[in-house]
């Protein structure tokens, strides 16, 4: 869909410029947005390389096992039908402590890697498991302590006090997990009641 979105934007700007005689703005705009993206990128880059090395070095410490014993009573009331999979448990926890961190983007193939084996265990293929449907709300309602890659894309466009967005996260995204996780409990309550 997005293949079809993009390219009809991209005609209608270039129409648009055209039929308003603006052609030389749009091409001072094409270049000033490639160069802001190629320099937000860069900036990016720092942080996400920063915070995915630690992420490695961690996972080959006893930190990981810590913290998904931490997590572990939380899994347990989260995702109850993956009570004795740690394997399972261990890519979950992963993909939290990630998305905790602000790491949107190292959270993501940690949350794909965590889904297929889901999927492997989903004894209906063609049908969200309960836990997948709850792994989908917690990477939805992301809870971050640090979002480093908000942090990151305001200072790289000069904010004043780019972490004063600390404390509206937290609060934004705790409120939607609790929302998310009781709402998500309700419908697999509900789903299997019905059935």
């Known amino acids: 869909m997005l293949n079809i979105i993009f390219p009809i934007f991209i005609l209608i700007s270039f129409a648009f410029g055209i039929f308003t005689g603006r052609v030389e703005d749009l091409n001072n705009s094409i270049f000033d947005s490639t160069n802001q993206a190629i320099t937000l990128s860069f900036e990016l880059l720092g942080t996400m390389c920063l915070w995915s090395g630690i992420m490695n070095i961690a996972s080959k410490t006893s930190l990981i096992s810590k913290l998904i014993k931490l997590l572990s009573p939380i899994l347990n009331f989260l995702f109850p039908d993956l009570k004795e999979n740690k394997k399972i448990k ?25 889904m297929k084996s889901m999927q492997e265990e989903n004894n ?30 305001r200072n790289s466009l000069g904010s004043n006090n780019p972490s004063s967005i600390i404390f509206p996260t937290w609060v934004a995204t705790i409120i939607a997990a609790i929302v998310g996780v009781f709402v998500t409990k309700f419908v697999i309550k509900l789903t299997k009641g019905a059935k």
């Not at 989908?136 to 894309?153: C, E």
């Open 124 to 153: 209906n293929k063609d049908v969200l498991s309960d836990s997948m449907m709850m792994f989908i709300v917690i990477n939805t309602a992301s809870i971050q302590l640090i979002p480093t890659t908000v942090i990151a894309i």
């Open 90 to 114: 261990k890519e979950i926890s992963m993909n939290i402590i990630a998305n905790i961190l602000g790491l949107g983007n190292a959270a993501t193939p940690l949350g794909l890697k965590a």
